[in-house]
């Protein structure tokens, strides 16, 4: 059972920032494929960013490409997500989630375990 813990989520406006941070009681941390996914009231939970096992391929949403940033730290099996020039249209909870896969996917069913969420609010 692996257990994911997400913070740093906060309300912020229009053009800040925020890093989130997701640290994995995955004593395979390395082994698996992780991501951040969100989810906005009434909308489906969205895949956001992945990284796969080795750490070297990374996707992005569309949607935040060029803005969100996605890295991981080996040493305290924790990934973050680092978000700039945030919009209300990124208003959501943001979702941690890990794969027994090494390879990331983009739908919510890829993923065996997931954090609690933390509330990202971006006001104009």
């Known amino acids: 059972q692996v257990e994911l813990k997400e913070s740093g989520g906060g309300s912020v406006q229009t053009g800040g920032s925020l890093r989130l941070s997701c640290t994995a009681s995955?004593?395979?941390?390395?082994?698996?494929?992780m991501a951040w996914f969100r989810q906005a009231p009434e909308n489906e939970r969205e895949f956001v960013t992945g990284?796969?096992?080795?750490?070297?391929?990374?996707d992005y949403s569309d949607s935040v490409k060029g803005r969100f940033t996605l890295t991981r730290d080996t040493t305290k099996n924790t990934l973050y997500l680092q978000m700039n020039s945030l919009v209300p249209e990124d208003t959501a909870v943001y979702y941690c989630?890990?794969?027994?896969?090494?390879?990331?996917?983009?739908?919510?069913?890829?993923?065996?375990?997931w954090g609690q969420g933390t509330q990202v609010t971006v006001s104009s």
């Open positions: 989630a890990s794969t027994q896969a090494a390879m990331y996917g983009k739908t919510k069913t890829w993923y065996d375990y």
């Open positions: 995955d004593p395979r941390f390395t082994d698996h494929a």
């Open positions: 990284i796969n096992a080795r750490g070297d391929s990374i």
